[in-house]
């Protein structure tokens, strides 16, 4: 158990930051399901963790569940939903990281969903037509639209390649998904969902908007996620202290031990025969070098 916490946490730790957002709500997917279905078979009646995770209209309960506008944008529980998210997120997700760094990405997921979430909360509290039916909200769907909008502002004459049709620019997908949600708002059941999506488009729009001016909004939510990673990784600060170096001892000295080439030799063994093949030990060290790195 140990030995798959190692592997799972270690590829987890180098993998990319598409990979990890992908693999949190593919994670988090599965334990909503599996839940369900443990009250299900325990007869437990009228209960579940969806509730802890959606995000509410009614801003009482939000008050008592303020961490639903991070988890909701991870949370799912319908197949073709996660299925449909996760595609659109791996494909823009790469179109992003081509122009953008790797770590915006994460913050204007976050940015996106958390901008879908007010809106929607907004919406359901401000305008009598939604007034009248509350409700919750799930999805990554905001934050896949403000990755979307943030390449389809930021450059918009690059072209994509869509199925039956052909190259198209993104702009035009981009504002054709846009469409579609403005004109859903009033007939569509999914309410709640279109609104948060304009919410998320907005949010990518304006980060464009304001990187080609020479301002990142991403900044604040960049700093609260590399504190949370140590947060999260446990590191402590180090205390430094001086010692008088003592005389080696007569004699032949050992070879000293360079852990670059031990390393670089795992990372061979790696390239060749896959992760599977490396031991315990060899699995730990280049886990500890990956952290290293990432500190």
Not at 64 to 71: A, E, F, G, H, Q
Not at 106 to 113: D, E, I, R
Not at 123 to 149: E, H, Q, R
Not at 233 to 260: I, K
Request: charged content about 15%; glycine content about 8%; aromatic content about 12%.
């Amino acid at each position: 158990m140990v030995s798959f916490y190692r592997r799972v946490s270690g590829r987890f730790a180098m993998g990319s930051i598409l990979s990890r957002l992908l693999a949190i709500n593919v994670a988090l997917f599965f334990v909503v399901l599996l839940t369900d279905v443990a009250f299900t078979l325990f007869n437990v009646p009228h209960w579940s963790i969806l509730p802890w995770l959606q995000l509410p209209s009614s801003p009482a309960e939000f008050v008592r569940r303020p961490w639903t506008i991070l988890t909701y944008m991870f949370t799912h529980f319908d197949v073709w939903h996660i299925l449909f998210n996760m595609l659109l997120l791996y494909l823009f997700g790469r179109i992003f990281i081509e122009f953008f760094s790797a770590r915006r990405l994460g913050s204007v997921y976050l940015l996106g969903g958390v901008a879908g979430g007010l809106l929607y909360m907004l919406a359901y509290n401000v305008i009598p037509y939604f007034a009248k039916d509350g409700g919750a909200l799930v999805g990554a769907s905001a934050s896949v639209m403000a990755t979307v909008f943030a390449v389809a502002i930021y450059r918009r004459d690059y072209e994509v390649n869509l199925l039956l049709i052909g190259r198209v620019k993104i702009i035009y997908v981009a504002l054709g998904v846009l469409l579609i949600d403005v004109l859903g708002i009033a007939s569509s059941s999914n309410v709640g969902g279109h609104i948060a999506h304009l919410g998320g488009a907005s949010a990518g729009a304006l980060f464009a908007v304001c990187l080609r001016a020479g301002m990142d909004i991403t900044l604040p939510m960049s700093f609260v996620l590399d504190r949370l990673a140590v947060v999260v990784r446990g590191r402590r600060r180090m205390r430094v202290t001086y010692v008088r170096p003592t005389p080696p001892p007569p004699g032949p000295r050992p070879r000293p031990y360079d852990a670059s080439s031990e390393i670089d030799r795992i990372l061979d063994k790696l390239k060749q025969s896959g992760y599977s093949s490396l031991s315990p030990e060899e699995q730990q060290k280049l886990f500890d070098a990956s952290k290293k790195m990432n500190s």
